[in-house]
């Protein structure tokens, strides 16, 4: 049971440049979401799933893209790299409401350098 | 906008000591989580709290919630070094579980 794995851990990337951030999940944990965690920022949303084939905007979506074909992956696609764009991206995994347990369970970051 | 705000920013204290964290929020909510980030590490779920408990526990974790006053406090216990780590508040905003807004942590650093 691996959990939430999320790949690279770590890329560069050049401004214009575009890349996909992987992850995936093997716990068949409905919602997923993608959020980027900046010095005094705490974390904030920037897609987010409830299901295959279902996916919504959250607080800063701009210059990303998601997609969930499956139920257990969920990667986010960054357009066209940009400088503001530099920040650790942690994908997040649970069951829906209803179910009993709520908690998220995170994968190990991927951290982003744009130059 | 974050939902969550934590109160202080960042903590020190000797080991052995209780540790309190606050966390206050803006709008209702269905439920609210705390969980634990160690340096350059993916965030731990601690302890999950509905908006119809007023408290919870988990081993040496003492979660309250005022709802009137849209405030949660976290108490760590008889704190350890390995406490060390920053601490995150997040709330469900009423939409379920489905998306969490995180508010920006409490630094806890636990002098041996």
């Known amino acids: 049971n691996a959990g939430v794995t999320q790949t690279p851990k770590f890329q560069v990337l050049k401004t214009g440049q575009s890349m996909t951030l992987q992850c995936a999940q093997d716990?068949?944990?409905?919602?997923m979401s993608w959020y980027r965690q900046d010095p005094g920022m705490g974390l904030r949303l920037i897609h987010y799933s409830v299901g295959a084939g279902i996916t919504d905007q959250g607080e800063v979506p701009n210059g990303y893209n998601v997609s969930r074909s499956t139920t257990e992956d969920f990667p986010l696609r960054l357009l066209s790299a940009a400088p503001s764009q530099t920040s650790v991206y942690f994908c997040?995994?649970?069951?829906?409401?209803?179910?009993?347990?709520?908690?998220?369970?995170f994968g190990s970051g991927t951290r982003l350098t744009v130059v | 906008s974050q939902q969550g705000e934590e109160d202080p920013q960042a903590l020190s204290i000797q080991e052995g000591e209780n540790a309190t964290m606050n966390c206050s929020y803006k709008?209702?909510?269905?439920?609210l989580q705390w969980y634990r980030q160690n340096s350059g590490r993916g965030l731990v779920h601690l302890i999950l709290?509905?908006?119809?408990?007023r408290e919870k526990h988990s081993g040496r974790l003492r979660v309250t919630l005022d709802t009137s006053k849209k405030s949660s406090s976290l108490l760590i216990t008889a704190s350890r070094a390995a406490d060390t780590a920053s601490y995150f508040c997040?709330?469900?905003?009423?939409?379920?579980?489905?998306?969490?807004?995180f508010g920006t942590g409490t630094r806890l650093t636990i002098i041996p």
């Open positions: 997040a995994s649970s069951y829906r409401q209803g179910k009993g347990r709520y908690g998220y369970t």
């Open positions: 716990m068949n944990h409905e919602y």
């Open positions: 709008t209702s909510i269905n439920n």
């Open positions: 709290i509905r908006s119809n408990e």
């Open positions: 997040a709330t469900d905003g009423n939409f379920g579980n489905e998306k969490l807004t």
